[in-house]
């Protein structure tokens, strides 16, 4: 590497937090023709969207044998389907040490806890004697909302337009083929026929409006509906769509 390229650095690399949207597969029990099975049926409802996609697998719910569990397999016919495998959560000591075997990374189960946060003591613990620091008067923390994304021209076919922190606001149609994604919530004031991701990046309270729905496929938080789901209530009328109890909920605007 020459000098230059080098200059005024003092490592090849830094390490920092990221986050990133992950899909995750619930696994129930392990049976490897039928894993094959349902896996190309699931994919063949939404091919565009499990392509090349990171997926952790969920043992929480878990019921089969762990001598069972192949992971070897199940990372064969991902890969197969272009579907990368990067780990295991919430998996006990055998299911780790096999995960471990299959060089997958371990998750813990459920949602992390904050690391910043204080335990609650318990009825055997002495409650901490309070500082003898006179109460500082609150501060004034004002927080500006990530700035909404606007679009104002259709969004073709085969087009992908990312809003990666706020909302996406589109003020013309969508169309089939294309795909709009969203940390925050989706607005299309037109019809929506192509493909709609909100809270990409977990936010299960993010919602999808749109004033015909018409869409390939619409995902919040990783939860999904493709089309032939979608036929089924208020097709191609005013809607919002949001997430209730891990399942999507279409409910025309006007009765919202």
């Not at 049976?31 to 939404?46: G, H, M, P, V, Y």
């Not at 075997?101 to 055997?124: E, H, I, K, M, V």
């Not at 409650?127 to 620091?133: C, D, G, K, Q, Y």
């Not at 509906?225 to 208020?234: A, V």
């Amino acid at each position: 590497m020459s000098d230059t390229a080098t200059s005024g650095l003092k490592q090849s690399f830094q390490l920092k937090s990221a986050s990133v949207s992950l899909t995750a597969l619930e696994l129930y029990y392990f049976d490897d023709e039928e894993f094959e099975t349902n896996l190309r049926d699931k994919i063949s409802q939404a091919p565009g969207f499990f392509k090349d996609i990171p997926l952790i697998i969920s043992l929480e719910k878990y019921q089969g044998l762990d001598s069972e569990l192949d992971f070897f397999k199940i990372i064969g016919s991902c890969r197969r389907h272009g579907i990368h495998v990067v780990g295991v959560r919430a998996a006990n000591d055998d299911q780790r040490r096999l995960a471990r075997g299959a060089a997958l990374a371990l998750l813990p189960g459920g949602s992390l806890r904050d690391p910043t946060a204080t335990p609650a003591p318990s009825a055997n613990d002495t409650a901490p004697e309070p500082p003898a620091i006179a109460p500082a008067e609150p501060a004034m923390v004002t927080s500006e909302p990530a700035p909404a994304k606007i679009i104002s021209q259709t969004v073709r076919s085969g087009q992908q337009v990312y809003a990666p922190e706020g909302d996406l606001i589109i003020l013309a149609p969508v169309q089939a083929g294309a795909e709009v994604l969203a940390a925050g919530n989706i607005h299309v004031y037109g019809p929506l026929r192509g493909r709609a991701l909100a809270g990409i990046h977990g936010a299960e309270g993010s919602r999808v409006f749109c004033q015909s729905l018409e869409a390939e496929l619409v995902s919040i938080a990783g939860h999904y509906k493709i089309s032939e789901d979608l036929q089924e209530n208020s097709w191609k009328s005013a809607v919002q769509i949001q997430l209730r109890d891990d399942l999507l909920v279409v409910t025309p605007l006007d009765k919202a």
